[in-house]
Nanobody, 126 residues
Framework: QVQLGESGGGSVQAGGSLSLSCATS????????MGWFRQAPGKEREGVAA???????SYADSVKGRFTISRDTAKNTLFLQMNSLNPEDTAMYFC????????????????????WGQGTQVTVSS
């Protein structure tokens, strides 16, 4: 069973930074496609960043240059470093994973992923 546990959300002023964490198992972190998604009230869930088993990364245009996805195999944790936050980044952020036997063609599409965490709230005030 794949378990994903997000943490690190909170409230920050515009221009600030937050680092989100997603704790999982070594097997998932090392071999699954993993991604960060967000969903604001009244909006569809959207992909923010993703990383494949060989380290290939993808970012939404809206976060390129500001967000960085990474993983720490020693800690069994996926990270999302978010800098230069603005109010449009306010949303519930979710960690997701999909097994390696599935071909992932569009890693920022939510329906590519089979497993989801409970989410962590990020609120950016102006």
């Amino acid at each position: 069973q794949v378990q994903l546990g997000e943490s690190g959300g909170g409230s920050v002023q515009a221009g600030g930074s937050l680092s989100l964490s997603c704790a999982t198992s070594a097997h998932v972190l090392g071999s699954y496609w993993m991604g960060w998604f967000r969903q604001a009230p009244g909006k569809e869930r959207e992909g923010v960043a993703a990383i494949g088993r060989y380290g290939v990364t993808s970012y939404a245009d809206s976060v390129k240059g500001r967000f960085t996805i990474s993983r720490d195999t020693a800690k069994n944790t996926l990270f999302l470093q978010m800098n230069s936050l603005n109010p449009e980044d306010t949303a519930m952020y979710f960690c997701a994973a999909t097994p390696p036997f599935k071909a992932v063609w569009r890693p920022l599409r939510p329906n590519e992923y089979d497993y989801w965490g409970q989410g962590t709230q990020v609120t950016v005030s102006s």
